[in-house]
Protein backbone atom coordinates (compact mmCIF):
# COMPACT_ATOMS: atom_id res chain seq x y z
CA UNK A 1 0.00 0.00 0.00
CA UNK A 2 0.77 3.70 -0.82
CA UNK A 3 0.74 6.09 2.16
CA UNK A 4 -0.04 9.64 1.40
CA UNK A 5 -0.87 13.26 2.80
CA UNK A 6 -4.16 15.24 1.56
CA UNK A 7 -5.11 18.77 1.79
CA UNK A 8 -8.49 18.42 4.10
CA UNK A 9 -9.10 22.14 4.73
CA UNK A 10 -7.78 25.39 3.57
CA UNK A 11 -6.09 26.76 6.64
CA UNK A 12 -7.17 30.41 7.54
CA UNK A 13 -3.75 32.42 9.10
CA UNK A 14 -1.85 30.13 10.64
CA UNK A 15 -1.38 26.18 9.38
CA UNK A 16 -2.27 23.55 11.84
CA UNK A 17 -2.14 19.74 11.65
CA UNK A 18 -5.77 19.74 11.10
CA UNK A 19 -6.03 21.40 8.13
CA UNK A 20 -4.15 17.51 6.75
CA UNK A 21 -5.37 14.11 6.70
CA UNK A 22 -3.10 10.81 6.05
CA UNK A 23 -4.99 7.82 4.06
CA UNK A 24 -3.48 4.97 2.33
CA UNK A 25 -3.81 4.26 -1.50
CA UNK A 26 -3.35 0.87 -3.50
CA UNK A 27 -0.13 0.96 -4.74
CA UNK A 28 0.42 3.15 -7.70
CA UNK A 29 0.99 0.68 -11.19
CA UNK A 30 3.25 2.25 -13.71
CA UNK A 31 1.38 2.59 -17.18
CA UNK A 32 3.31 2.79 -20.62
CA UNK A 33 6.04 5.17 -20.89
CA UNK A 34 5.72 5.53 -16.82
CA UNK A 35 7.92 5.45 -14.39
CA UNK A 36 7.28 3.83 -10.17
CA UNK A 37 9.52 6.14 -7.67
CA UNK A 38 10.29 4.96 -4.23
CA UNK A 39 10.77 8.65 -2.46
CA UNK A 40 13.44 9.01 0.28
CA UNK A 41 13.40 12.38 0.47
CA UNK A 42 10.18 15.31 0.42
CA UNK A 43 11.54 18.70 0.05
CA UNK A 44 8.89 21.12 2.46
CA UNK A 45 9.29 24.95 1.14
CA UNK A 46 7.90 27.86 1.99
CA UNK A 47 6.07 28.24 -1.23
CA UNK A 48 3.84 25.35 -0.03
CA UNK A 49 1.69 28.04 2.25
CA UNK A 50 0.75 29.75 -1.52
CA UNK A 51 -0.69 26.31 -2.51
CA UNK A 52 -2.77 25.94 0.26
CA UNK A 53 -4.17 29.46 0.13
CA UNK A 54 -7.53 30.36 -1.69
CA UNK A 55 -5.68 33.77 -2.28
CA UNK A 56 -4.49 33.85 -6.48
CA UNK A 57 -0.66 33.19 -6.35
CA UNK A 58 2.16 31.65 -9.41
CA UNK A 59 0.26 28.50 -9.61
CA UNK A 60 -2.94 26.39 -9.27
CA UNK A 61 -3.52 25.70 -5.43
CA UNK A 62 -4.27 21.73 -3.72
CA UNK A 63 -8.08 21.31 -3.75
CA UNK A 64 -9.10 20.02 -0.93
CA UNK A 65 -9.07 15.65 -0.85
CA UNK A 66 -5.83 16.24 -3.08
CA UNK A 67 -2.54 15.01 -2.05
CA UNK A 68 -0.34 17.85 -1.09
CA UNK A 69 1.78 19.28 -3.29
CA UNK A 70 5.77 18.65 -3.01
CA UNK A 71 9.12 17.93 -5.06
CA UNK A 72 10.78 14.42 -3.80
CA UNK A 73 13.74 12.46 -4.02
CA UNK A 74 13.95 8.56 -4.77
CA UNK A 75 14.83 5.92 -6.34
CA UNK A 76 13.16 4.39 -9.71
CA UNK A 77 11.39 1.16 -8.41
CA UNK A 78 9.66 -0.26 -12.10
CA UNK A 79 10.13 1.40 -15.17
CA UNK A 80 7.87 1.60 -18.15
CA UNK A 81 9.78 4.51 -19.71
CA UNK A 82 13.19 3.31 -21.67
CA UNK A 83 14.74 6.27 -20.36
CA UNK A 84 14.97 4.81 -16.82
CA UNK A 85 15.92 1.70 -14.78
CA UNK A 86 15.40 0.49 -11.54
CA UNK A 87 18.06 1.75 -9.28
CA UNK A 88 18.65 5.04 -10.86
CA UNK A 89 18.59 8.00 -8.79
CA UNK A 90 15.59 10.81 -9.84
CA UNK A 91 13.73 13.97 -8.05
CA UNK A 92 10.36 13.83 -8.74
CA UNK A 93 6.99 15.93 -8.50
CA UNK A 94 5.20 13.40 -6.57
CA UNK A 95 3.81 14.96 -3.77
CA UNK A 96 3.60 14.12 0.22
CA UNK A 97 3.69 10.03 -0.18
CA UNK A 98 5.16 7.12 -0.31
CA UNK A 99 5.31 6.17 -4.19
CA UNK A 100 4.53 8.11 -7.12
CA UNK A 101 4.34 6.68 -10.36
CA UNK A 102 4.00 8.83 -13.49
CA UNK A 103 5.21 9.99 -17.16
CA UNK A 104 9.13 9.49 -16.98
CA UNK A 105 9.37 12.98 -18.54
CA UNK A 106 8.48 14.77 -15.36
CA UNK A 107 11.67 13.10 -13.22
CA UNK A 108 15.05 14.49 -13.33
CA UNK A 109 18.00 11.81 -13.18
CA UNK A 110 20.30 12.98 -10.90
CA UNK A 111 23.58 11.66 -10.09
CA UNK A 112 24.43 11.23 -5.90
CA UNK A 113 27.99 9.64 -6.62
CA UNK A 114 28.91 12.67 -5.27
CA UNK A 115 26.84 14.74 -2.67
CA UNK A 116 24.03 12.81 -0.94
CA UNK A 117 20.32 12.91 -2.36
CA UNK A 118 18.73 14.79 -0.68
CA UNK A 119 21.15 18.09 -1.93
CA UNK A 120 19.13 17.81 -5.41
CA UNK A 121 15.99 19.25 -2.68
CA UNK A 122 18.20 21.92 -1.51
CA UNK A 123 21.47 23.31 -2.82
CA UNK A 124 21.56 22.00 -5.97
CA UNK A 125 17.67 21.50 -6.17
CA UNK A 126 14.89 24.09 -6.74
CA UNK A 127 16.17 26.54 -3.69
CA UNK A 128 19.84 26.48 -5.25
CA UNK A 129 18.55 27.52 -8.70
CA UNK A 130 16.64 30.18 -6.96
CA UNK A 131 19.61 31.82 -5.32
CA UNK A 132 21.36 31.67 -8.33
CA UNK A 133 19.01 33.01 -10.96
CA UNK A 134 17.40 35.46 -8.16
CA UNK A 135 20.96 36.75 -7.04
CA UNK A 136 22.62 36.15 -11.30
CA UNK A 137 19.72 37.98 -12.89
CA UNK A 138 18.32 40.28 -10.54
CA UNK A 139 20.35 41.12 -7.44
CA UNK A 140 23.24 40.97 -10.33
CA UNK A 141 25.99 42.28 -7.54
CA UNK A 142 29.54 43.57 -8.58
CA UNK A 143 32.60 42.74 -6.47
CA UNK A 144 32.93 44.78 -4.18
CA UNK A 145 28.77 45.82 -3.04
CA UNK A 146 27.11 44.52 -0.45
CA UNK A 147 24.25 42.02 -0.57
CA UNK A 148 21.72 41.47 2.32
CA UNK A 149 19.74 38.23 1.94
CA UNK A 150 16.91 37.39 4.49
CA UNK A 151 16.28 33.79 6.36
CA UNK A 152 19.69 33.42 6.01
CA UNK A 153 20.44 30.29 7.12
CA UNK A 154 17.53 28.95 4.77
CA UNK A 155 18.00 26.49 1.87
CA UNK A 156 17.56 29.70 0.04
CA UNK A 157 19.00 32.36 1.63
CA UNK A 158 22.24 30.53 2.47
CA UNK A 159 23.02 30.48 -1.06
CA UNK A 160 22.73 33.77 -1.93
CA UNK A 161 25.18 34.44 0.23
CA UNK A 162 27.21 31.80 -0.24
CA UNK A 163 27.14 33.20 -3.90
CA UNK A 164 27.85 36.82 -3.33
CA UNK A 165 30.99 35.55 -1.24
CA UNK A 166 31.77 33.13 -4.31
CA UNK A 167 31.30 36.63 -6.49
CA UNK A 168 33.30 38.89 -4.42
CA UNK A 169 30.67 40.93 -2.54
CA UNK A 170 30.20 41.28 1.10
CA UNK A 171 27.49 39.03 2.35
CA UNK A 172 25.32 40.21 5.73
CA UNK A 173 22.22 37.54 6.64
CA UNK A 174 19.33 37.97 8.57
CA UNK A 175 18.21 35.54 10.36
CA UNK A 176 16.35 34.51 13.87
CA UNK A 177 18.37 33.85 16.78
CA UNK A 178 21.63 33.63 17.75
CA UNK A 179 22.33 29.84 16.93
CA UNK A 180 21.35 30.49 13.15
CA UNK A 181 23.58 33.99 12.75
CA UNK A 182 26.47 32.05 14.34
CA UNK A 183 25.87 29.74 11.89
CA UNK A 184 25.57 31.77 8.78
CA UNK A 185 28.88 33.54 9.67
CA UNK A 186 31.21 30.83 11.00
CA UNK A 187 29.96 27.87 8.76
CA UNK A 188 29.00 29.29 5.53
CA UNK A 189 31.36 32.28 6.04
CA UNK A 190 29.05 35.69 5.28
CA UNK A 191 30.41 38.60 6.73
CA UNK A 192 27.91 39.20 9.17
CA UNK A 193 24.48 38.38 10.33
CA UNK A 194 21.77 40.15 12.36
CA UNK A 195 19.56 38.89 14.78
CA UNK A 196 15.91 40.09 13.82
CA UNK A 197 15.33 38.46 16.71
CA UNK A 198 17.57 40.91 18.97
CA UNK A 199 15.99 44.30 18.30
CA UNK A 200 17.34 47.24 17.23
CA UNK A 201 17.20 45.84 13.37
CA UNK A 202 17.76 49.20 11.76
CA UNK A 203 21.15 49.79 14.08
CA UNK A 204 22.05 46.45 13.11
CA UNK A 205 21.78 46.41 9.73
CA UNK A 206 23.54 49.97 9.04
CA UNK A 207 26.35 48.70 11.44
CA UNK A 208 27.11 45.26 9.00
CA UNK A 209 26.50 47.55 5.81
CA UNK A 210 28.64 50.49 6.56
CA UNK A 211 28.48 51.36 2.80
CA UNK A 212 24.85 50.76 2.46
CA UNK A 213 22.89 48.15 0.60
CA UNK A 214 23.29 47.42 -2.87
CA UNK A 215 21.53 44.31 -3.50
CA UNK A 216 18.90 43.20 -0.91
CA UNK A 217 17.05 38.91 -1.82
CA UNK A 218 14.07 39.02 -0.12
CA UNK A 219 12.55 36.44 1.58
CA UNK A 220 10.62 37.06 4.50
CA UNK A 221 9.04 40.68 3.76
CA UNK A 222 7.29 42.89 6.29
CA UNK A 223 9.30 44.55 8.98
CA UNK A 224 12.94 43.17 7.57
CA UNK A 225 11.93 44.44 4.25
CA UNK A 226 11.05 47.97 5.25
CA UNK A 227 13.98 48.23 7.61
CA UNK A 228 16.42 47.39 4.48
CA UNK A 229 14.61 49.39 2.05
CA UNK A 230 15.49 52.31 4.15
CA UNK A 231 19.41 51.36 3.45
CA UNK A 232 19.24 50.60 0.11
CA UNK A 233 21.88 52.85 -2.30
CA UNK A 234 21.43 54.59 -5.08
CA UNK A 235 19.71 51.92 -8.27
CA UNK A 236 20.10 49.21 -5.78
CA UNK A 237 18.18 46.02 -6.82
CA UNK A 238 15.71 43.83 -4.59
CA UNK A 239 14.86 39.65 -5.77
CA UNK A 240 11.48 39.53 -4.13
CA UNK A 241 11.96 35.60 -3.83
CA UNK A 242 9.46 34.88 -0.26
CA UNK A 243 7.29 37.04 1.42
CA UNK A 244 6.91 34.31 4.43
CA UNK A 245 6.16 36.77 7.04
CA UNK A 246 2.77 37.72 5.60
CA UNK A 247 1.98 33.86 4.46
CA UNK A 248 0.35 33.28 7.72
CA UNK A 249 -0.90 37.03 8.19
CA UNK A 250 -4.72 37.38 8.28
CA UNK A 251 -4.11 40.72 7.18
CA UNK A 252 -0.92 41.66 4.64
CA UNK A 253 2.27 44.11 6.32
CA UNK A 254 2.21 47.60 4.82
CA UNK A 255 5.58 48.52 3.36
CA UNK A 256 6.19 52.05 4.44
CA UNK A 257 9.53 52.91 3.00
CA UNK A 258 7.87 52.55 -0.80
CA UNK A 259 9.48 55.89 -1.31
CA UNK A 260 12.84 54.14 -1.15
CA UNK A 261 12.23 52.76 -4.41
CA UNK A 262 11.37 56.38 -5.81
CA UNK A 263 14.39 58.13 -4.23
CA UNK A 264 16.75 55.86 -4.74
CA UNK A 265 15.84 54.63 -8.28
CA UNK A 266 15.67 51.10 -7.15
CA UNK A 267 14.78 48.36 -9.34
CA UNK A 268 12.42 45.71 -7.21
CA UNK A 269 10.98 42.81 -8.97
CA UNK A 270 9.48 39.40 -7.93
CA UNK A 271 11.34 35.72 -9.22
CA UNK A 272 10.06 32.68 -9.87
CA UNK A 273 12.66 29.62 -10.44
CA UNK A 274 10.51 28.47 -13.59
CA UNK A 275 11.27 31.07 -15.52
CA UNK A 276 14.61 30.31 -16.04
CA UNK A 277 14.13 26.78 -16.73
CA UNK A 278 15.80 26.78 -19.91
CA UNK A 279 19.35 27.21 -18.27
CA UNK A 280 18.94 24.91 -14.91
CA UNK A 281 21.84 23.19 -16.38
CA UNK A 282 24.27 26.25 -16.19
CA UNK A 283 22.43 27.00 -12.53
CA UNK A 284 23.33 22.89 -11.57
CA UNK A 285 26.36 22.73 -12.81
CA UNK A 286 27.74 26.18 -10.93
CA UNK A 287 26.31 25.00 -8.03
CA UNK A 288 27.39 21.40 -8.27
CA UNK A 289 31.18 22.78 -8.97
CA UNK A 290 30.50 25.31 -5.83
CA UNK A 291 29.74 22.12 -3.25
CA UNK A 292 32.55 20.01 -4.67
CA UNK A 293 35.17 22.62 -4.05
CA UNK A 294 33.77 23.32 -0.48
CA UNK A 295 32.69 26.88 -1.01
CA UNK A 296 29.06 25.94 -1.02
CA UNK A 297 27.88 24.56 2.28
CA UNK A 298 24.57 23.24 3.84
CA UNK A 299 22.71 21.90 6.57
CA UNK A 300 19.95 20.07 6.56
CA UNK A 301 16.55 19.94 9.26
CA UNK A 302 15.04 16.40 8.84
CA UNK A 303 11.40 15.09 10.06
CA UNK A 304 11.48 11.30 10.48
CA UNK A 305 8.65 9.85 8.52
CA UNK A 306 5.35 11.23 6.11
CA UNK A 307 3.07 11.77 8.96
CA UNK A 308 5.42 13.96 10.28
CA UNK A 309 5.41 16.47 6.91
CA UNK A 310 2.56 18.92 8.62
CA UNK A 311 4.73 19.13 12.15
CA UNK A 312 7.51 19.95 9.45
CA UNK A 313 6.19 22.43 7.35
CA UNK A 314 4.28 24.41 10.42
CA UNK A 315 7.86 24.55 12.21
CA UNK A 316 9.89 25.97 8.71
CA UNK A 317 6.64 28.79 8.49
CA UNK A 318 7.21 29.48 12.14
CA UNK A 319 11.09 29.57 11.61
CA UNK A 320 11.75 27.04 13.61
CA UNK A 321 13.75 25.08 10.91
CA UNK A 322 17.82 25.58 10.88
CA UNK A 323 18.50 25.21 7.03
CA UNK A 324 16.33 22.96 4.31
CA UNK A 325 14.07 21.79 5.55
CA UNK A 326 13.50 17.61 4.59
CA UNK A 327 11.25 14.68 5.66
CA UNK A 328 12.83 11.27 5.57
CA UNK A 329 10.53 8.74 3.69
CA UNK A 330 12.80 5.63 4.06
CA UNK B 1 16.00 95.28 -9.46
CA UNK B 2 15.20 91.18 -9.55
CA UNK B 3 12.90 89.55 -7.75
CA UNK B 4 12.88 86.36 -6.49
CA UNK B 5 10.89 84.01 -4.03
CA UNK B 6 13.44 82.03 -0.95
CA UNK B 7 12.97 79.52 1.43
CA UNK B 8 12.06 80.72 4.66
CA UNK B 9 10.94 77.21 6.35
CA UNK B 10 10.57 73.67 5.88
CA UNK B 11 7.11 72.76 5.84
CA UNK B 12 6.03 69.69 7.87
CA UNK B 13 3.61 68.14 6.41
CA UNK B 14 2.15 70.27 3.92
CA UNK B 15 3.07 72.96 2.38
CA UNK B 16 2.22 76.76 3.11
CA UNK B 17 2.44 80.23 1.81
CA UNK B 18 4.45 81.26 5.19
CA UNK B 19 7.37 78.58 4.15
CA UNK B 20 8.32 80.93 1.39
CA UNK B 21 9.40 84.45 1.78
CA UNK B 22 9.48 87.63 -1.37
CA UNK B 23 13.29 88.86 -2.07
CA UNK B 24 14.24 91.86 -3.88
CA UNK B 25 17.87 91.54 -5.34
CA UNK B 26 20.20 93.56 -7.76
CA UNK B 27 20.03 92.88 -11.08
CA UNK B 28 22.60 89.77 -12.04
CA UNK B 29 25.39 91.01 -13.99
CA UNK B 30 26.63 87.92 -16.38
CA UNK B 31 30.40 87.36 -16.30
CA UNK B 32 32.87 85.96 -19.12
CA UNK B 33 30.88 82.93 -20.13
CA UNK B 34 27.87 83.79 -18.54
CA UNK B 35 24.34 84.35 -19.94
CA UNK B 36 21.64 86.87 -18.66
CA UNK B 37 17.77 85.32 -18.98
CA UNK B 38 14.93 87.32 -18.53
CA UNK B 39 12.52 84.34 -17.42
CA UNK B 40 8.84 84.34 -18.96
CA UNK B 41 7.38 81.06 -17.53
CA UNK B 42 8.61 79.14 -14.03
CA UNK B 43 7.59 75.41 -13.94
CA UNK B 44 6.05 74.43 -10.78
CA UNK B 45 6.96 70.13 -10.52
CA UNK B 46 5.65 67.88 -7.90
CA UNK B 47 8.96 66.87 -7.29
CA UNK B 48 9.79 70.19 -5.53
CA UNK B 49 8.22 68.94 -2.70
CA UNK B 50 11.51 66.69 -2.28
CA UNK B 51 13.53 69.97 -2.75
CA UNK B 52 12.11 71.55 0.32
CA UNK B 53 12.07 68.17 2.82
CA UNK B 54 14.63 67.55 5.19
CA UNK B 55 14.39 63.91 3.86
CA UNK B 56 17.01 62.32 1.93
CA UNK B 57 15.65 62.62 -1.84
CA UNK B 58 17.40 62.31 -5.31
CA UNK B 59 19.43 65.71 -4.94
CA UNK B 60 20.75 68.47 -2.75
CA UNK B 61 17.38 69.98 -1.08
CA UNK B 62 16.83 73.86 -1.19
CA UNK B 63 18.51 75.78 1.67
CA UNK B 64 17.08 78.24 4.56
CA UNK B 65 17.29 81.25 2.79
CA UNK B 66 18.21 80.04 -0.29
CA UNK B 67 16.16 80.92 -3.97
CA UNK B 68 13.69 78.06 -4.53
CA UNK B 69 15.15 75.81 -7.26
CA UNK B 70 12.98 75.33 -10.60
CA UNK B 71 13.71 75.22 -14.05
CA UNK B 72 12.27 78.42 -16.38
CA UNK B 73 11.65 79.32 -20.27
CA UNK B 74 12.23 82.93 -21.07
CA UNK B 75 14.49 85.13 -23.49
CA UNK B 76 18.22 85.89 -23.25
CA UNK B 77 18.90 89.71 -22.66
CA UNK B 78 22.32 89.98 -22.50
CA UNK B 79 25.28 87.33 -23.54
CA UNK B 80 28.95 86.73 -22.70
CA UNK B 81 28.83 83.35 -24.26
CA UNK B 82 29.09 83.18 -28.19
CA UNK B 83 26.46 79.93 -28.45
CA UNK B 84 23.96 82.85 -27.39
CA UNK B 85 22.23 86.11 -28.49
CA UNK B 86 19.62 88.54 -27.56
CA UNK B 87 16.24 87.19 -28.00
CA UNK B 88 16.99 83.35 -28.02
CA UNK B 89 14.42 81.54 -26.26
CA UNK B 90 16.18 78.81 -23.58
CA UNK B 91 15.21 77.22 -20.72
CA UNK B 92 17.10 77.28 -17.62
CA UNK B 93 17.78 76.77 -14.27
CA UNK B 94 16.88 79.30 -12.96
CA UNK B 95 14.91 78.74 -9.77
CA UNK B 96 11.75 81.01 -8.73
CA UNK B 97 12.98 84.46 -9.85
CA UNK B 98 12.29 87.11 -13.19
CA UNK B 99 16.14 86.87 -13.81
CA UNK B 100 18.74 84.56 -13.92
CA UNK B 101 22.38 84.95 -14.78
CA UNK B 102 25.10 81.93 -15.10
CA UNK B 103 26.96 79.91 -17.08
CA UNK B 104 25.73 79.00 -21.12
CA UNK B 105 26.36 75.45 -20.61
CA UNK B 106 23.44 75.50 -18.29
CA UNK B 107 21.35 76.78 -20.92
CA UNK B 108 18.76 74.17 -23.38
CA UNK B 109 18.13 76.66 -26.63
CA UNK B 110 14.66 76.05 -27.94
CA UNK B 111 13.03 76.58 -30.87
CA UNK B 112 9.55 78.45 -30.27
CA UNK B 113 8.41 79.04 -33.75
CA UNK B 114 6.13 76.06 -34.22
CA UNK B 115 4.98 75.65 -30.79
CA UNK B 116 4.52 77.80 -27.72
CA UNK B 117 7.43 78.57 -25.11
CA UNK B 118 5.72 77.44 -22.34
CA UNK B 119 5.79 73.95 -24.05
CA UNK B 120 9.43 73.36 -23.14
CA UNK B 121 8.28 73.11 -19.81
CA UNK B 122 5.79 70.51 -20.14
CA UNK B 123 5.73 68.05 -23.06
CA UNK B 124 8.21 68.87 -24.77
CA UNK B 125 10.18 69.03 -21.45
CA UNK B 126 11.09 67.56 -18.17
CA UNK B 127 7.93 66.54 -18.01
CA UNK B 128 7.29 65.12 -21.05
CA UNK B 129 10.90 63.58 -21.24
CA UNK B 130 9.76 61.64 -18.14
CA UNK B 131 7.04 60.55 -19.47
CA UNK B 132 8.61 59.08 -22.47
CA UNK B 133 11.58 57.51 -20.65
CA UNK B 134 9.40 55.94 -17.66
CA UNK B 135 7.15 53.93 -20.81
CA UNK B 136 9.88 53.26 -23.33
CA UNK B 137 12.55 51.94 -20.18
CA UNK B 138 10.50 50.58 -17.49
CA UNK B 139 6.84 50.03 -18.63
CA UNK B 140 7.84 49.02 -22.15
CA UNK B 141 4.12 48.51 -23.23
CA UNK B 142 3.58 46.02 -26.14
CA UNK B 143 0.77 46.81 -28.65
CA UNK B 144 -3.08 45.54 -27.11
CA UNK B 145 -1.38 45.90 -23.38
CA UNK B 146 -3.11 48.38 -21.10
CA UNK B 147 -1.44 50.90 -19.26
CA UNK B 148 -2.38 52.77 -16.51
CA UNK B 149 -1.49 55.88 -15.32
CA UNK B 150 -2.37 58.36 -12.24
CA UNK B 151 -2.10 61.73 -11.91
CA UNK B 152 -3.98 61.51 -15.74
CA UNK B 153 -4.37 65.01 -16.13
CA UNK B 154 -1.17 66.17 -14.78
CA UNK B 155 2.00 67.08 -17.19
CA UNK B 156 3.20 63.72 -16.95
CA UNK B 157 0.64 61.48 -16.84
CA UNK B 158 -0.95 63.03 -19.71
CA UNK B 159 1.88 62.57 -21.87
CA UNK B 160 2.18 58.87 -20.74
CA UNK B 161 -1.47 57.94 -22.00
CA UNK B 162 -0.99 59.46 -25.41
CA UNK B 163 2.15 57.76 -25.78
CA UNK B 164 0.16 54.78 -24.76
CA UNK B 165 -1.82 55.36 -27.59
CA UNK B 166 0.08 56.66 -29.67
CA UNK B 167 2.10 52.83 -29.38
CA UNK B 168 -0.96 50.86 -29.98
CA UNK B 169 -1.62 50.29 -26.06
CA UNK B 170 -5.04 50.31 -24.05
CA UNK B 171 -4.69 53.61 -21.92
CA UNK B 172 -6.04 54.22 -18.79
CA UNK B 173 -6.37 56.91 -16.49
CA UNK B 174 -6.74 57.62 -12.90
CA UNK B 175 -7.41 61.80 -12.22
CA UNK B 176 -9.32 63.43 -9.26
CA UNK B 177 -12.85 64.73 -10.32
CA UNK B 178 -14.98 64.58 -13.24
CA UNK B 179 -13.74 67.29 -15.61
CA UNK B 180 -10.57 66.22 -15.42
CA UNK B 181 -11.88 62.91 -16.51
CA UNK B 182 -13.64 64.09 -19.23
CA UNK B 183 -10.94 66.07 -20.35
CA UNK B 184 -8.61 63.10 -20.29
CA UNK B 185 -10.79 60.82 -22.03
CA UNK B 186 -12.21 63.31 -24.48
CA UNK B 187 -9.53 65.22 -25.03
CA UNK B 188 -6.90 63.57 -24.54
CA UNK B 189 -8.10 59.82 -26.30
CA UNK B 190 -7.34 57.70 -23.07
CA UNK B 191 -9.64 54.74 -23.22
CA UNK B 192 -11.51 55.68 -20.05
CA UNK B 193 -10.26 57.71 -16.65
CA UNK B 194 -11.34 56.75 -13.44
CA UNK B 195 -12.15 59.49 -11.12
CA UNK B 196 -10.63 58.17 -7.66
CA UNK B 197 -12.64 61.07 -5.31
CA UNK B 198 -15.96 58.80 -6.68
CA UNK B 199 -15.29 55.51 -4.32
CA UNK B 200 -14.98 52.18 -6.29
CA UNK B 201 -11.80 52.46 -7.35
CA UNK B 202 -11.58 48.79 -7.59
CA UNK B 203 -14.32 48.36 -9.24
CA UNK B 204 -13.84 50.98 -11.33
CA UNK B 205 -10.45 50.64 -12.60
CA UNK B 206 -10.99 46.90 -12.67
CA UNK B 207 -13.95 47.60 -15.03
CA UNK B 208 -11.92 49.68 -17.44
CA UNK B 209 -9.38 47.08 -17.66
CA UNK B 210 -11.30 44.13 -18.93
CA UNK B 211 -7.52 42.12 -19.30
CA UNK B 212 -5.95 43.64 -16.21
CA UNK B 213 -3.08 45.63 -15.81
CA UNK B 214 0.42 44.93 -17.93
CA UNK B 215 2.37 48.72 -17.17
CA UNK B 216 1.54 51.13 -14.66
CA UNK B 217 2.85 54.40 -14.20
CA UNK B 218 2.73 55.70 -10.95
CA UNK B 219 2.70 59.15 -10.27
CA UNK B 220 0.53 59.12 -6.93
CA UNK B 221 1.17 56.40 -4.64
CA UNK B 222 -0.64 55.37 -1.47
CA UNK B 223 -4.27 53.62 -1.53
CA UNK B 224 -4.12 54.55 -5.44
CA UNK B 225 -0.95 52.60 -6.21
CA UNK B 226 -2.31 49.69 -3.58
CA UNK B 227 -5.24 48.93 -5.70
CA UNK B 228 -3.50 48.93 -8.93
CA UNK B 229 -1.02 46.39 -7.89
CA UNK B 230 -4.28 44.08 -7.14
CA UNK B 231 -4.67 44.11 -10.69
CA UNK B 232 -1.76 43.91 -12.14
CA UNK B 233 -0.80 40.75 -14.67
CA UNK B 234 2.08 38.48 -14.92
CA UNK B 235 5.03 39.86 -15.33
CA UNK B 236 4.02 43.56 -15.31
CA UNK B 237 5.72 45.83 -14.75
CA UNK B 238 5.18 49.15 -13.04
CA UNK B 239 7.21 52.87 -13.16
CA UNK B 240 7.65 55.02 -9.97
CA UNK B 241 7.46 58.18 -10.83
CA UNK B 242 5.96 59.92 -8.25
CA UNK B 243 4.60 59.45 -5.00
CA UNK B 244 2.84 63.09 -4.57
CA UNK B 245 0.34 61.18 -2.00
CA UNK B 246 3.01 60.74 0.65
CA UNK B 247 5.06 63.73 0.06
CA UNK B 248 2.92 65.88 2.22
CA UNK B 249 2.13 62.76 4.94
CA UNK B 250 3.51 63.07 8.05
CA UNK B 251 3.58 59.29 7.91
CA UNK B 252 4.01 56.95 4.76
CA UNK B 253 1.49 55.50 3.54
CA UNK B 254 1.78 51.40 4.04
CA UNK B 255 1.27 49.49 1.04
CA UNK B 256 0.05 45.94 1.33
CA UNK B 257 -0.05 44.90 -1.65
CA UNK B 258 3.52 44.27 -2.15
CA UNK B 259 2.67 40.91 -2.55
CA UNK B 260 1.35 41.22 -6.06
CA UNK B 261 5.28 41.79 -6.82
CA UNK B 262 5.88 38.33 -5.81
CA UNK B 263 3.13 36.62 -7.32
CA UNK B 264 3.03 38.23 -10.29
CA UNK B 265 6.87 38.58 -10.85
CA UNK B 266 6.44 42.30 -11.38
CA UNK B 267 9.63 44.75 -12.05
CA UNK B 268 9.14 47.90 -9.84
CA UNK B 269 11.88 50.82 -10.83
CA UNK B 270 11.98 54.19 -9.71
CA UNK B 271 13.15 56.72 -12.21
CA UNK B 272 14.21 60.23 -12.53
CA UNK B 273 14.87 61.23 -16.00
CA UNK B 274 18.32 62.73 -15.37
CA UNK B 275 19.39 58.82 -15.72
CA UNK B 276 18.88 59.35 -19.63
CA UNK B 277 20.54 62.41 -20.29
CA UNK B 278 22.39 61.35 -23.17
CA UNK B 279 19.02 60.51 -24.87
CA UNK B 280 17.51 63.56 -24.42
CA UNK B 281 17.52 64.29 -28.39
CA UNK B 282 15.69 61.48 -29.07
CA UNK B 283 12.79 62.01 -26.95
CA UNK B 284 12.50 65.85 -27.72
CA UNK B 285 12.21 64.87 -31.28
CA UNK B 286 9.56 61.92 -30.83
CA UNK B 287 7.67 64.35 -28.49
CA UNK B 288 7.90 67.28 -31.10
CA UNK B 289 6.69 65.03 -33.96
CA UNK B 290 3.65 64.28 -32.06
CA UNK B 291 2.97 67.28 -30.73
CA UNK B 292 3.14 68.85 -34.34
CA UNK B 293 1.04 65.75 -35.82
CA UNK B 294 -1.58 66.39 -33.18
CA UNK B 295 -1.11 63.13 -31.24
CA UNK B 296 0.14 65.35 -28.41
CA UNK B 297 -2.25 67.22 -26.69
CA UNK B 298 -1.58 69.59 -23.25
CA UNK B 299 -3.37 72.23 -20.94
CA UNK B 300 -1.61 74.52 -19.19
CA UNK B 301 -2.81 75.68 -15.86
CA UNK B 302 -1.45 79.30 -15.19
CA UNK B 303 -0.89 81.25 -11.85
CA UNK B 304 0.09 84.71 -12.50
CA UNK B 305 3.15 86.70 -11.61
CA UNK B 306 5.89 85.25 -9.73
CA UNK B 307 4.58 86.39 -5.72
CA UNK B 308 1.61 83.75 -6.71
CA UNK B 309 4.21 80.86 -7.02
CA UNK B 310 3.83 79.25 -3.48
CA UNK B 311 0.10 79.54 -3.67
CA UNK B 312 0.37 77.42 -6.90
CA UNK B 313 2.78 74.61 -5.71
CA UNK B 314 0.74 73.74 -3.26
CA UNK B 315 -2.29 73.40 -5.16
CA UNK B 316 -0.62 71.34 -7.47
CA UNK B 317 0.42 69.16 -4.30
CA UNK B 318 -3.38 68.83 -3.67
CA UNK B 319 -4.58 68.31 -7.38
CA UNK B 320 -6.22 71.59 -7.71
CA UNK B 321 -4.40 72.27 -10.37
CA UNK B 322 -5.75 70.76 -14.54
CA UNK B 323 -2.81 70.39 -16.41
CA UNK B 324 0.99 71.47 -16.56
CA UNK B 325 1.20 73.71 -13.86
CA UNK B 326 3.06 77.51 -14.82
CA UNK B 327 3.78 80.78 -13.62
CA UNK B 328 3.81 83.38 -15.82
CA UNK B 329 6.73 85.81 -14.98
CA UNK B 330 6.44 88.47 -18.36
Chains 1, 2 share one sequence.
Not at 23 to 32: I, Q, R, S, V, Y
Not at 77 to 96: L, N
Request: overall charge positive.
Amino acid sequence: MNKRIVLASYPEGWVSEANFRAETAPMPKPAAGEVLVKNHWLSLDPYMRGRISQQKSYVKGVEIGEVMSGETAGEVVESKDPKFKPGDKVTAPSGWQLYWSGKGDLLTKVDASKVPLSYFLGCLGMPGRTAYFGMKEICAPKPGETVVVSAASGAVGSVVGQLAKAWGCRAVGIAGGKAKCDYVVKDLGFDACIDYKAGNLLDNIKAACPKGVDACFENVGGEILDTVLRLMNLRGRITVCGLISDYNAKEPYGVKMFRSILVNRLKVQGMIVFDWVQRYPEANQALLDLVVSGKLKTRESVVEGLENAPKGLIGLLKGENFGKQLVKLA
